[in-house]
């Protein structure tokens, strides 16, 4: 267990809806980092988050957007649902600090079916 | 060419063999390197990191980077049935904005046979 933790467990949304996703990171991390897992593939980077601001982004369209808290929690919001949303959506927390960045830790996920 | 690329697999090695996994990177540049265990249904778990050419080692699990050949392996010895999972290899790189993200790949599947 890594302290890492997400909410909803399983989601089930339709096509054009809005969803908020949860994570709470691990005691002393101050990084939040979201990916996508689509089935048998390897995550991918969505952003990242430090000091409640996006320092990094990868190939997402603006309808994924994100917050990050005083806490170091965070949300991932994706507007106008998409059936290829469908996915495991991993929430990775780690300790950034000056230039040294360490490891991530994942949460254990949020399953999101589109239909 | 992919960034990170590893054999998916399924690699089959018996109960008490050595697992070798391998993984080759495009970027030059990348200095962090991390080997993930994912079991069927759940999150990645973080085995293994190195950061420096060598092998590095933690108990049956040795992790080995040579920069100049952009390649990471991961040694699992005395394999176990429960060390059956997608082993994903992951690379660090650093972003314009100052934050970092890991990039993995597909991930190779390990069967370890009684």
């Known amino acids: 267990e890594t302290g890492v933790t997400q909410s909803p467990t399983h989601l089930i949304k339709t096509r054009g809806q809005q969803v908020t996703l949860r994570c709470s990171s691990q005691?002393?991390?101050?990084?939040v980092s979201w990916y996508q897992q689509a089935l048998g593939q390897g995550p991918q980077f969505i952003f990242q988050?430090?000091?409640?601001?996006?320092?990094g982004r990868g190939n997402f369209p603006p309808r994924f957007s994100g917050l990050q808290f005083p806490n170091y929690s965070s949300e991932l919001n994706v507007n106008a649902l998409e059936l290829d949303d469908s996915a495991l959506y991993l929430c990775?927390?780690?300790?950034?600090?000056?230039?040294?960045?360490?490891?991530?830790?994942f949460g254990p996920g949020t399953r999101l079916t589109v239909t | 060419q992919k960034e990170v690329e590893q054999n998916s697999g399924p690699l089959s090695v018996p109960e008490g063999a050595i697992a070798s996994l391998n993984c080759t990177y495009s970027d030059r540049v990348s200095q962090s390197f991390f080997w993930y265990r994912q079991y069927s249904g759940k999150s990645p778990e973080l085995i293994m990191s190195i950061y420096s050419n060598g092998d590095k080692e933690d108990g049956r699990f040795t992790a080995q980077l040579n920069k100049a050949s952009q390649y990471v392996s991961l040694l699992i010895r005395d394999s176990q049935p429960s060390d059956s999972a997608t082993y994903l290899c992951a690379v660090k790189t650093i972003l314009t904005g100052g934050g970092n993200k890991l990039t993995f790949g597909t991930g190779t599947q390990l069967k370890v046979e009684l």
């Open positions: 988050y430090y000091r409640e601001e996006e320092n």
């Open positions: 990775a927390s780690s300790r950034f600090g000056g230039l040294l960045s360490y490891e991530q830790y």
């Open positions: 005691s002393g991390h101050n990084t």
